[in-house]
């Protein structure tokens, strides 16, 4: 296993138009977390899943934003209605197996709303 | 209003010298403190943590320090080498497994 991985890498869509992004965990991990990067920031925290069930969500994912884990292995984080201000890097982050507290980042996925 | 305060924003250090990254918290409720590296285009990865019990935590070339009476953590890089040319972020969670809530950041350029 190579560790967390992202589709797509880049995303460049117009606004009002809804997008969905994918996250591959690390295999055995159990943890999966959404973060949200602006330029010249640090993540943000967006939600968070324990095997398929959401556990937390900010209040940073208004109505527009959902994600789903359904069977506790990758995960998807759905824009719709994209708005110029959703234009940021949206990281994905996995934890468990034998060292479980270290959070493990994917490359993430750079989206432009144009 | 921002949790985890990370100072300075940018650092230009020669080469072997001593980098120095400071930050402070407010939530006492924070029990796990790490530090990331991020490269451009990439995801941050987990440089050193520390949890309060511990004053000091030296890694190789990485050592963070830890002041819980005046929450604060400060990042040392001893030797600084152009490869630790990257942005750190001090970060802080309420467990070792919860969300982890990041501090603005701190480019770091070593220069030859």
């Known amino acids: 296993d190579t560790g967390v991985s992202q589709d797509p890498r880049h995303k460049i869509t117009k606004r009002g138009q809804n997008v969905t992004f994918r996250c591959d965990p690390i295999?055995?991990?159990?943890?999966l977390y959404w973060y949200r990067q602006t330029l010249g920031q640090g993540p943000e925290f967006l939600t968070y899943f324990q095997n398929e069930a959401q556990l937390e969500k900010s209040r940073l994912l208004s109505d527009r934003f959902s994600a789903e884990r359904p069977k506790g292995s990758f995960s998807t984080l759905e824009i719709q209605r994209t708005e110029q201000g959703d234009s940021a890097m949206y990281l994905c982050a996995s934890s468990g197996g034998q060292v479980s507290y270290e959070q493990y980042f994917g490359p993430g996925t750079r989206l432009t709303v144009t | 209003q921002q949790q985890v305060k990370q100072s300075p924003q940018s650092l230009i250090v020669q080469k072997g010298g001593i980098s120095i990254i400071n930050c402070a918290y407010e939530n006492t409720a924070f029990d796990y403190f790490p530090w990331y590296q991020q490269f451009p285009g990439k995801g941050p990865a987990l440089l050193i943590a520390?949890?309060?019990?511990?004053s000091e935590k030296k890694e190789g070339r990485f050592t963070i320090s830890f002041n819980k009476s005046a929450k604060q953590f400060s990042l040392h890089i001893m030797d600084s080498q152009p490869g630790d040319s990257a942005t750190y972020f001090c970060?802080?969670?309420?467990?070792?497994?919860?969300?982890?809530?990041f501090g603005p950041g701190t480019s770091l350029s070593v220069i030859p």
């Open positions: 295999s055995e991990h159990n943890r």
């Open positions: 520390i949890r309060p019990d511990v």
């Open positions: 970060a802080a969670s309420e467990t070792s497994y919860d969300k982890v809530i």
